[in-house]
């Protein structure tokens, strides 16, 4: 995988550069220390991230998209460095956009159905409202493992659509298990370097376990790629436009 | 109820533009009725809920505790005012209650802007918040719109989909206070001189 993309500047590595810095302590917005113990076993360190702080460093105000759950830490940790962010809980809106479609589609009388809708026009059609975006707008969108759990019509339309509104540059942070996780996690981040793995009562089936290969596939219009793999065997993937 | 709490208190109202209350009276009515007394304000027995019906300014009572608009309550039209208000109902207009606090409850669902100093949300907001303090996100709240504050709190649970936009928190009332007495200073001796001229 090529990474020249962003040269690193001739100082010290990001890293390295970190670790000379006193580590932030996370907060909330009240101030208060985060909850999570720093060895609890939810709390995992996080290589992708810090890249993905380190790729935007030098945009002033960068613009995010956060596609999982809202998480409070989360705002508050890229408020405070500076971000403009916007959420969007794709999974949840999915669902409930599935549900009311189905509603609506019950509620007709007889004779008034207008026949199978397929499942790519629904993907069409939430993703014109639920992504709804100018195009080149964030410099950077969190996708977590949402892919992992997106249904196979909607994920490919949604990459397109991730790749229309970031700027040139832009870049996302996703990532993929490599075995069927136990439980539906939301994420919040810590610090820049870890976040916290929240169990959470499952919105969704996890769907798939992609192949390398698969991932490159569906981040084919990325210029570039970088993958960390941690030892719970959870990849995260940086892809630059 | 709401009339007599405006012959109570003239002085300080807020304003509801109760349009729709007219198309809809019915409802109106049974809701207010519902409303719970205030205990500032006896309310006689006879007091005609059909206010609200007619199409004009409705006004509440500003009192310690929060006026409210009580589920099955929809208004159409904009909401204005100096008191803290609790929100059940079903409201389609902008929502203006500068240094106020504004909750929308569980069964509230709000089509418009809010401004206000605390915003609380429990039920669901289709709109823009801006809040001068704080903007509270509870676990079954839903907002679909830019959020604008100096402070956020979103319980787990809650969703937002939107913009988050923190201001800047300024600087201390009394230096505030300080810097305007000297702008009123400056701007009363200014004429002064030009008379003088």
Known sequence: ??????????????????????????????????AAAPGSPNVRATNGLKEF?????????PRILDLGNVSQATLNFFINKGFRISTEDILRSWKEFIASEEDSLRRMPPGQETGRISQASL?????????????????????????????????????????????????????????????????????????????????SVHARIFQNREILDLFGKFRSSKTFVARDQLREALFLK | MWRKSEEANPSSKPIIKAE?????PSPAAASLATMPANPAVPEPPSAPPASIAAPEVVSVVTD?????????LKIRGEITGTSDLWIDGDIQGKIQLTGCKLTVGPSGRIKSDIEAREINVLGTVSGNL???????????????????????????????RGKVEMVRVEAAPAAKAAAASARSGAASAAPAEKEKS
Do not use: C
């Open chain 1, 1 to 34: 995988m090529n990474w020249s993309a962003k040269l690193r500047p001739s100082g010290p590595a990001p890293s390295q550069a970190q670790s000379a810095k006193p580590r932030p302590t996370p907060t909330t917005a009240g101030g208060a220390a985060v």
């Open chain 1, 53 to 61: 702080l380190w790729l935007l460093s030098d945009i002033e105000q």
């Open chain 1, 123 to 203: 993907a069409e059609k939430f993703l014109a409202d639920a992504v709804s975006y100018p195009e080149e707008n964030f410099n950077g969108v969190l996708v977590w493992d949402l892919l992992d759990y997106l249904d196979s019509e909607l994920m490919p339309r949604l990459m397109d659509r991730l790749f229309d509104i970031l700027r040139p540059g832009g870049v996302v942070l996703a990532m993929f298990h490599s075995r069927t996780p136990e439980r539906y996690h939301r994420y919040r981040v810590l610090d820049t370097q870890s976040f916290e793995m929240v169990p959470t009562p499952t919105i």
């Open chain 2, 20 to 24: 729709s209350a007219a198309a809809d």
């Open chain 2, 64 to 72: 310690a505790s929060p006026s409210q608009i009580s589920a099955g």
């Open chain 2, 130 to 160: 801006k809040a001068a303090e704080t903007v509270t996100l509870g676990n079954t709240g839903r907002v679909e719109g830019s959020v604008v504050t100096r402070r956020i709190a979103i319980e787990d649970g809650a969703r937002l």
